[in-house]
């Protein structure tokens, strides 16, 4: 059985750090591309990072470039996000989510809260 | 960037209902189309891929279609368990989602 388990969420000072971390079990971790979707409260979802199979290639939405990064320890068949100058607006329930290459999201994990306040 | 305006935003059906929402993209996406529903407090779920392919599990009550820059989605005999908030994704050109449609019990 896929499964994805998000941790590291909680709350955070506006310009300080967080890193959230994605166990993965159930599947081949290093045949995937994975990838962090976020959903601010009350608001829709939105992509984050991408991160290939390998981790040779990287992709991110415009606004946390400079400011966000994605990896992966394939050793450990986890994920990471390490956010870094956080912002009130990336208050949100961060999800990772598998995507086979060429293909949408197919399997999620159950999200982490991350709050930005002072 | 590619950009998805999804439509309604909200929608109100009966049970029984033939219910449709439309996703219209920025430029082509070659039919590059997923649909995915959530519901609160849980992760999303994949419906449909490829514009009209169903995943496995997927009731046969919903479908998909279109092209080029237009696509929708439907929900035939709408059931109580489909009560949700719905959202497309193009995954052409890097990955971006539509704002949403919630579907409602009239």
């Known amino acids: 059985e896929v499964q994805l388990v998000e941790s590291g969420g909680g709350l955070v000072q506006p310009g300080r750090s967080m890193k959230l971390s994605c166990a993965a079990s159930?599947?081949?971790?290093?045949?995937?591309?994975m990838a962090w979707v976020c959903q601010a409260p009350k608001k829709g979802l939105e992509w984050v990072a991408t991160?290939?199979?390998?981790?040779?290639?990287?992709y991110y939405r415009d606004s946390v470039k400079g400011r966000f990064t994605i990896s992966r320890d394939n050793a450990k068949s986890t994920l990471y996000l390490q956010m870094d100058s956080l912002r009130s607006e990336d208050t949100a329930t961060y999800y990772c989510?598998?995507?086979?290459?060429?293909?949408?999201?197919?399997?999620w994990g159950q999200g982490v809260m991350v709050t930005v306040s002072s | 960037d590619i950009q998805m305006t999804q439509s309604p935003p909200s929608l109100s059906a009966s049970l029984g209902d033939k219910v449709t929402i439309t996703c219209q993209a920025s430029?082509?996406?070659?039919?590059?189309i997923a649909w995915y529903q959530q519901k609160p407090g849980k992760a999303p779920r994949q419906l449909i891929r490829?514009?009209?392919t169903l995943v496995s599990g997927t009731p046969s009550r919903f479908s998909g279609s279109g092209s080029g820059r237009d696509y929708s989605f439907s929900i035939s005999n709408v059931e109580s368990e489909d009560i949700a908030s719905y959202y497309c994704?193009?995954?052409?050109?890097?990955?971006?989602f539509g704002g949403g449609t919630k579907l409602e019990l009239k």
């Open positions: 989510a598998r995507h086979p290459f060429g293909a949408p999201f197919d399997y």
């Open positions: 159930g599947f081949t971790f290093n045949n995937y591309d």
């Open positions: 991160i290939s199979y390998d981790g040779s290639s990287t």
């Open positions: 430029q082509n996406i070659n039919k590059y």
């Open positions: 490829y514009t009209s």
């Open positions: 994704l193009q995954y052409d050109n890097l990955w971006t």
